[in-house]
């Protein structure tokens, strides 16, 4: 049976709801057995069940054309090039310097670097020239523009947190402080160029309108989020609350104490080897 | 730390989180006299609907979450209800407040579009959210473990 018939068969929800709702699904469920298992084959269930998930999200506009929301797999199949590639960057930089385990050859720390910039002018590519994520020919994909300004504006924002706390937390930290204060900068100057430099198919005004609606869409998941963190507290602490208190038991005794005291002391003398 | 050079250290914080938006609403207010491109009632609406959708969503999370919590306490059933009344709380506030009328509907023809639009909008969202953590606290530990390695401490000798 070949997918034209499927597609005539199933109808449109249903379609969305087994080809694209059912992989976003099964991605987190197979991190979770992942982590969550011991036993090797499970790990590489979970592992197999993620990979799978990924990859039908992001074939999802060709397997359900007819819905809306898989742009957002067009979209996460066009940034997991760039995003891998400056992860995969910041990692081999991070583990070819003074790590005490799992450390990389030092030439790494260039590889990395490279690596990294390769990515981030990847992403700069889809805005300033011809690597737009498109829907169709000359059509934007909607979830580029929530993605892409978000993304700046927030590397810029932990950033720029991150190097005033390494100054004033931090021992000692001003290189890694001006390291984040040039990343932060980064940011801003990329906010900055899309504010003012139109790409091929993304707009000065169309950027603009999208970074404040980006910021409105950070206030609303911090609310949001807070208020669902808070509730969940709530109902921990009435909870709680409600439990009877823990059966008091006596004060140790004299001998016990001593007991106890004699143990602490075979182990923290350093004394005998 | 003092009590009062901790707050200060947290404030300068938060003043370093907000500081690029601010320097961009500067720069934009200085060469456009106004914030160009800004619409009040769509960033409303955007507000509203990211604050429903990430609480209905994170509720459902931290409601699985509640489930572990709860193996060791022989799983008692009134958390979980707790937490099951309050996700569809967030359920019920989101599908009234889209019927409302236009106020919460964005260019969807109807609430059951525009609630499936706001998953995907705020997956989206925190997707670019956990990428930009990710980068931001990834780039602070290769910068520390890219500096010279230091000795903290000083050991006696025998």
Avoid at chain 1, 54 to 67: A, L, Q, R
Avoid at chain 2, 118 to 142: D, E, K
Wanted: hydrophobic residues 50%; contains cysteine.
């Amino acid at each position: 049976m070949n997918i034209h018939t499927v597609r005539g068969i199933m109808d449109e929800m249903l379609q969305a709801l087994l080809l694209f709702w059912l992989p976003v699904a099964v991605v987190p469920f197979g991190v979770w057995i992942f982590l969550s298992s011991s036993n090797d084959q499970r790990k590489t269930f979970g592992r197999f069940l993620a990979f799978v998930g990924i990859v039908m999200v992001c074939t999802s506009p060709w397997t359900v054309p007819s819905s809306p929301s898989t742009a957002a797999g067009h979209l996460l199949g066009a940034i997991i090039g760039p995003a891998v590639l400056i992860l995969l960057g910041i990692y081999l930089i991070s583990f070819s310097g003074h790590v005490p385990v799992g450390r990389l050859p030092r030439s790494d720390r260039k590889l990395g670097i490279f690596v990294s910039l390769v990515g981030f002018a990847w992403f700069a590519g889809m805005h300033w020239w011809i690597l737009t994520p498109q829907i169709a020919s000359g059509k934007v994909n909607d979830y580029w523009f929530v993605f892409w300004p978000t993304f700046l504006l927030l590397t810029s924002c932990l950033s720029s947190c991150a190097a005033i706390a390494s100054l004033t937390i931090g021992d000692n930290r001003k290189t890694e402080s001006n390291y984040m204060f040039m990343l932060s900068g980064l940011g801003f100057l990329m906010i900055l160029l899309g504010l003012n430099v139109d790409g091929p198919l993304i707009t000065t005004d169309d950027f603009r309108e999208h970074l404040w609606l980006s910021v409105a869409d950070l206030a609303g998941i911090a609310a949001g989020g807070l208020l669902s963190v808070m509730v969940f507290a709530l109902v921990i602490f009435v909870y709680e609350k409600t439990l009877p208190s823990p059966v008091k038991i006596e004060a140790p005794q004299t001998a016990e104490l001593e007991q106890v005291a004699n143990v602490i002391a075979s182990h923290i003398g350093g004394g005998v080897e | 730390m003092s009590g009062s050079r901790l707050a200060v250290t947290w404030r300068m914080m938060a003043l370093a989180f907000v500081l690029p938006l601010l320097l961009i609403l500067a720069i934009e207010i200085t060469l456009s006299s106004g914030i160009e491109g800004f619409d009040g009632d769509e960033a409303f609406t955007r507000f509203a609907n990211a604050t429903l959708t990430s609480y209905t969503l994170l509720s459902l999370l931290l409601l699985g979450n509640l489930f572990f919590y709860g193996e060791s306490r022989n799983r008692p059933l009134a958390p979980l209800v707790g937490m099951f009344c309050a996700s569809l709380l967030g359920v019920a506030a989101t599908f009234f407040f889209i019927n409302q009328g236009p106020m919460l509907l964005e260019d969807n023809g109807s609430a059951q579009a525009q609630a499936i639009y706001n998953i995907v909008h705020t997956l989206v969202s925190a997707g670019a959210v956990a990428f930009a953590v990710c980068v931001s606290l990834g780039s602070m530990f290769s910068a520390i473990t890219s500096q010279k390695r230091r000795i903290n401490f000083t050991f006696e000798e025998e």
